[in-house]
């Protein structure tokens, strides 16, 4: 109980600041709304399909990213502008870790609706299929970045986040791809001693 409240408390508090005085409204919207849909499915969903802590966890951060480059937009986020002086990057990369991000955490999401479904038996299918998922998530977003544009014209451009990079596309899909194998390779185990302890309490309160 206290987890699920510190939880909520972050997300909301860290909601609340990215609306006070963004860099640009329509920015703002579009970044948080996926956040913003994401707790309102959480919340539909917690007593029918509780996840993992882990998942949560990783939600919250995620959510977190999208805050952030809300209020600032993604090509102006301060502490990355440091880091473009520092190492001399010829722009402001935090777009890339929501990028990262937008692989890394969808895919111990798909893990777990595969794992607890039982939809995917074999370990080797179920990596292949989240990946992937996650690069067709990547691809649908970069459409749903391309439709805004078009939507809105110009004013799309600090949600399109280019920057004037030719290759922003392919890297942001790269990216995601990197994001969700690292997170195949490192929290699987992590995962799965979660799901054992989610899968021995929902047993128990079965009984």
Same mark, same amino acid.
């Given at each position: 109980?206290?987890? %699920? ?15 006070i ?16 849909? =994401?707790? @309102? ?6 007593? !029918?399909?509780? @996840? ?26 301060? *502490?990355?502008?440091?880091f %473009? ?5 010829? !722009?402001?990369? &935090?777009? %890339?870790?929501g990028? @990262?991000?937008? =692989?890394?955490?969808? $895919?111990?999401?798909? !893990?777990?609706?595969?794992? !607890?479904k ?9 990596f ?6 996650? *690069?067709?998530?990547?691809?649908? &977003? ?5 439709? $805004? #544009? ?24 790269g *990216?995601?791809?990197? =994001? #969700?194998?690292? $997170?195949?390779?490192? *929290?699987? %185990? ?15 309160? #079965?009984?």
């Open positions: 109980m206290i987890n %699920k409240i510190i939880w909520l408390i972050v997300f909301f508090v860290v909601l609340i600041w990215s609306g005085h963004p860099k640009d409204q329509l920015t703002w919207f579009l970044e948080v709304l996926p956040a913003v849909i =994401g707790i @309102l499915v959480l919340a539909f969903s917690y007593n !029918r399909f509780r @996840l993992t802590p882990l998942i949560y966890f990783l939600i919250l951060i995620h959510s977190i990213i999208l805050m952030v480059g809300g209020h600032y937009t993604y090509a102006e986020v301060p *502490l990355f502008d440091y %473009k002086e520092w190492f001399g990057f010829t !722009r402001n990369n &935090y777009d %890339k870790v990028h @990262l991000a937008q =692989g890394f955490v969808p $895919a111990l999401i798909a !893990r777990e609706i595969i794992v !607890r039982k939809i995917i038996p074999s370990s080797f299918w179920q292949f299929f989240i990946i992937c998922f996650c *690069l067709a998530f990547s691809a649908f &977003y970069e459409l749903i970045e391309w439709w $805004a #544009a078009l939507i809105v014209g110009e004013d799309a451009e600090a949600f399109l986040g280019t920057q004037g990079y030719v290759w922003d596309t392919q890297s942001d899909m *990216l995601a791809l990197m =994001g #969700a194998v690292l $997170a195949l390779v490192m *929290l699987s %185990k992590l995962h799965n001693k979660q799901l054992d302890q989610l899968k021995v309490i929902t047993q128990k309160k #079965a009984r």
